[in-house]
């Protein structure tokens, strides 16, 4: 379950692009729109900030988002659209870093994963531009002077892994616990033609006239962009459309400025959230009695979190890892501003030269729901044209009385199953772990969805 930070109404104008006010309002409407009631009860409906990891419909943060009349917003290029294609998912794609505000999340009895209407989608890559190099190793790129971490969890579109000159748009969360900023990516696609504009989102250093440390020319903005750029105070992370030409003097000169964060505001009160991000700082304190000091509060994307007193809500990890840097996906209610956490979980990601034998252990698993299909190569399956290699049978987990055998013949009549998986090393394949015939939906959207993709799926 996830929320996604949003804007206060006095912060809304800074956060849309010019000529984007239907996406304006989305943000301070659609996200809850109540002032504080200072209660703590919780409030309807429900966000999520996060990665998509799989499709059934939108997968983030371990919740299934269907498409049902949902709202899309490019934050990148200011389109608004409306979706209700699940199977098709209306462009999104694997590895998009998405803010998703949504009814109230649904838990199954039977342990599925649970799931929620989304009302409104905001997706926006963090840069677009060329290459300048390729790390020998394989960890990193460099893209507009901003050095992107390359994972585990990396997808790249396509299976096409970047070369310096070509032009690549990147999703991933900022990692703003260094300087300058570091970008980890979640999904790297090669553009195949020319582009019109390059974009980045980075930290803002007024003084210095950079973003991401890139320095910038701001001459040409006007309007609100310009409004919007004479509010913006050092550090903060704003988001900015380029030519792809320099000036003369080397800077590279915008020509769209608008705030790249969200925080929690009075909207979200009392509401469930979740965050998934780097820890950007800690605060510890020493209780009355104790000799050591323990920690009490974080702050991930920019948004404080408490953490309450005995906390024991951590997955993956321990309390002496919630150190400045640590990936994390933080669960709980937002209360006066801050995200007081019931759970944090460690988020698995390695290096990609770390990769070990047992890429289970120390990478992201990605989910889909979707017709079953035999692959074109050998020991392979496809779900909504994914593709997972099942040639290491024995790291299967099948249900009981089912053998591969029994898969291969699902795939043959085109069953509807649930497969998880991850990522090898060509970031594009995904390694089997697990698949079992997925038990048939129960709303509406999800129905259709099932009926369309699986025919007379059981």
């Given at each position: ?60 943060n371990g919740v ?39 009814d109230d999340v ?99 250093d007024k003084a ?251």
């Amino acid at each position: 379950m996830s929320h996604v930070p949003q804007l206060p109404a006095s912060r809304g104008r800074s956060f849309a692009l010019t000529g984007i006010a239907v996406a304006t309002s989305l943000v301070l409407v659609a996200c809850g729109g109540g002032a504080s009631n200072g209660t703590g009860a919780s409030a309807s409906g429900s966000t999520a900030a996060g990665t998509i990891s799989g499709f059934g419909s939108v997968i983030t943060n371990g919740v299934r988002y269907e498409l049902n009349g949902t709202t899309l917003v490019d934050e990148s290029t200011g389109t608004t659209t409306t979706c209700s294609d699940n199977l098709g998912n209306c462009g999104l794609k694997m590895g998009m870093e998405v803010e998703i505000e949504a009814d109230d999340v649904r838990r199954s009895s039977d342990g599925s994963t649970p799931s929620a209407d989304a009302k409104a989608i905001h997706v926006g890559s963090s840069i677009l531009g060329p290459v300048t190099s390729v790390a020998a190793d394989g960890n990193s790129i460099v893209v507009l002077g901003q050095s992107i971490a390359l994972t585990t969890n990396t997808r790249f579109e396509g299976g096409i892994q970047p070369v310096a000159g070509q032009v690549v748009e990147v999703h991933g969360l900022l990692d703003r616990s260094v300087t300058p900023v570091r970008l980890s990516a979640s999904l790297v696609e090669v553009k195949s033609g020319p582009v019109s504009s390059y974009r980045l989102r980075g930290r803002f250093d007024k003084a210095a006239g950079t973003i991401g440390g890139e320095p910038m020319s701001f001459a040409t903005l006007t309007g609100e962009d310009l409004a919007r750029y004479a509010a913006a105070i050092d550090g903060q992370v704003v988001r900015v459309k380029l030519s792809t030409t320099a000036a003369t003097d080397g800077r590279w000169v915008v020509t769209a400025f608008k705030s790249g964060e969200r925080r929690y505001g009075s909207a979200d009160h009392g509401k469930h959230s979740e965050q998934e991000g780097f820890v950007e700082s800690v605060t510890t304190a020493t209780p009355a009695g104790a000799t050591a000091p323990v920690v009490t509060g974080l702050v991930v994307n920019g948004n404080a979190i408490t953490v309450p007193a005995g906390f024991l809500g951590l997955e993956g990890g321990s309390l002496d890892q919630l150190v400045v840097g640590a990936r994390v996906e933080v669960e709980g209610q937002v209360l006066d501003g801050a995200l007081v956490a019931s759970k944090i979980e460690f988020k698995k990601a390695r290096k990609r030269s770390e990769r070990g034998a047992d890429d289970a252990s120390q990478s992201q698993e990605f989910e889909m729901h979707g017709t079953l299909a035999l692959g074109t190569q050998p020991n392979t399956l496809v779900v909504r044209g994914l593709t997972f290699d099942h040639s290491d049978e024995a790291a299967i987990r099948l249900p009981a009385g089912v053998t591969l055998a029994d898969v291969l013949t699902w795939a043959e009549q085109g069953k509807f199953v649930e497969i998880k998986g991850y990522l090898m090393a060509d970031g594009y394949t995904y390694k089997l772990k697990s698949i079992k015939l997925d038990s048939r939906p129960t709303t509406p959207a999800q129905a259709a969805s099932g009926a369309a993709a699986s025919g007379s799926a059981t």
